[in-house]
């Protein structure tokens, strides 16, 4: 970028102009002075934007460097002593035949298991890597920002409109008590209106009567009369 042109494509005069250690970031020998340029509301937002995704690029090549450089390395030469030391607690303890099988025992187990470490850590290095790239082009600037902020609220919106809509009427189910058929021994029989012999008469059953009978407490049977609910005495009805 030249030294009169600022980021934005607009001259500038070298009278404002102040020289700077150029940057990464930042690879103009010049920079504005802030008393010749205010920059207005949009160019802040987007140089807030843009300050978040440098800093997920800095992390970026940090992260890289952290999981290849160092963090392998370091777990391998911990593995290394590991085993060293086990080998020999085990030649000090048990013998040194029992140190050779352990040896192979390493070589082969130990093989694997570094193998299966490795790769675990390289996947994971892959993931935290996309994650770091996607947020860095995410806070690419302010319109970049904004525009996944937009898909994102799409996306949820849609998920949401496109789920089955729950049916909120609630459902009634209809239980049948159980109940067994009787039928009358006597030749007349009152039936009351609750379980009790000083209670209301609301009707009577003859001889051969079929009843159905949903319980019996206390010598009354609890029965169905003409829709209602009554009471009878149980010693004047028999199964069915």
């Known amino acids: 970028m030249s030294g009169n042109i600022d980021r934005y494509g607009r001259a500038r005069t070298p ?7 150029p940057t990464r970031h930042s690879p103009s020998y010049y920079t504005r002075t802030t008393a010749s340029y205010n920059p207005g509301f949009w160019e802040r937002i987007n140089d807030f934007f843009e300050s978040i995704g440098d800093w997920f690029e800095d992390i970026l090549d940090g992260a890289i460097d952290f999981f290849y450089e160092k963090l392998i ?3 391998a030469v911990l593995a290394i002593i590991g085993a060293v030391i086990g080998g020999i607690v085990i030649w000090i303890n048990e013998g040194f035949w029992e140190f050779v099988l352990y040896v192979i ?3 082969i187990f130990g093989a694997i298991i570094a193998y299966a470490a490795t790769a675990a850590l390289v996947v994971l290095g892959f993931i935290v890597y996309w994650i770091l790239k996607i947020l860095r082009y995410i806070f690419y600037n302010a319109i970049t920002f904004f525009i996944t902020v937009v898909v994102v609220v799409g996306i949820v919106i849609g998920v949401a409109n496109s789920a089955p809509a729950q049916n909120t009427k609630p459902q009634t189910t ?3 008590a159980a109940y067994t058929t009787y039928y009358c021994n ?3 029989l009152n039936v009351r209106s609750y379980a009790s012999t000083n209670a209301p008469i609301i009707g009577k059953l003859r001889r051969g009567d079929t009843i159905k009978v949903y319980s019996i407490n206390n010598g009354f049977a609890k029965i169905e009369y003409k829709g209602k609910t009554g009471y009878v005495s149980e010693r004047y009805i028999t199964p069915y």
């Open 15 to 21: 009278q404002n102009l102040i020289p700077r250690v």
């Open 73 to 75: 390395p370091v777990l």
């Open 105 to 107: 025992l390493i070589a």
């Open 174 to 176: 209809t239980t049948t």
């Open 186 to 188: 006597a030749s007349s």
